[in-house]
Nanobody, 112 residues
Framework: QVRLVESGGGLVQTGGSLRLSCTASGSILAFNFIDWYRQVPGKQRELVATMSKIGFANYADSVKYRFAVSRDDAENTVYLQMTSLKPDDTARYYC??????RGPGTLVTVSS
């Protein structure tokens, strides 16, 4: 089974940027789509963005025009470029394949 691992999280100030990576242990093309979720302890997880195998992207209203998802099939990686970050974006970010495979997540903290 192909596994996913996220990276790129960290601490950033309000207005800053981060790029998260979701890298597959095998071919990223094994997935029809990759979802990016985020979750804050005690709250329901939120679907942030989706990238399909054919390059179609979709975003939650809360991140539209600030976040952009892209893919590099040669690197078996899907990226989540986050800009104009706000404290409300603080969460653990996960990528998940359409078969339910999910990585351990990467923590993003946005300071005010």
């Amino acid at each position: 089974q192909v596994r996913l691992v996220e990276s790129g999280g960290g601490l950033v100030q309000t207005g800053g940027s981060l790029r998260l990576s979701c890298t597959a242990s095998g071919s990223i093309l094994a997935f029809n789509f990759i979802d990016w979720y985020r979750q804050v302890p005690g709250k329901q997880r939120e679907l942030v963005a989706t990238m399909s195998k054919i390059g179609f992207a979709n975003y939650a209203d809360s991140v539209k025009y600030r976040f952009a998802v892209s893919r590099d099939d040669a690197e078996n990686t899907v990226y989540l470029q986050m800009t104009s970050l706000k404290p409300d974006d603080t969460a653990r970010y996960y990528c998940e394949g359409d078969d339910g495979v999910r990585g351990p997540g990467t923590l993003v903290t946005v300071s005010s």
